[in-house]
């Protein structure tokens, strides 16, 4: 039997930058729960700088998809910054089939997410 961990969501700030970091499958039934913590995450924020951590989440539906194209599009219309923290796998090759990794910002590590946002 193959179990699936649950979805969990962290988030701390570092420097100028609100980190979200996600684990497990982001999907339709856990995309409201994402974007929720994006929405607390910016409260207040001006020109805000979010760095989402998807390194430990191995699926991502077109729900999810939209969770992070709202994001992106929320951080552009207040004048911010989001940059996906991503390794090789599955998101990668979902924002490259759907010619999205052109609009997003990505790194690999989050330290090197850090030093792109400093």
Do not use: Y
Not at 3 to 21: K, L, M, S, Y
Not at 52 to 59: E, H, N
Not at 61 to 69: E, N, R
Not at 78 to 100: A, C, E, H
Request: charged residues 20%; contains cysteine; proline residues 5%.
């Amino acid at each position: 039997m193959i179990v699936i961990p649950a979805f969990d969501v962290q988030t701390w700030q570092n420097g100028p930058c609100v980190v979200i970091r996600a684990a497990g499958e982001l999907d339709m039934n856990v995309a409201p729960r994402l974007t929720a913590e994006v929405d607390r995450a910016l409260e207040g924020q001006i020109r805000p700088c979010l760095v989402m951590d998807l390194t430990q989440v191995p699926f991502c539906d077109s729900v999810g998809l939209g969770t992070l194209v709202g994001a992106l599009t929320r951080m552009k219309d207040s004048q911010g910054r989001l940059i996906l923290v991503l390794t090789p796998g599955m998101i990668t090759r979902l924002l490259s089939i759907t010619s999205l990794d052109r609009h997003f910002e990505t790194c690999g590590t989050l330290h090197e997410a850090f030093d792109a946002a400093a």
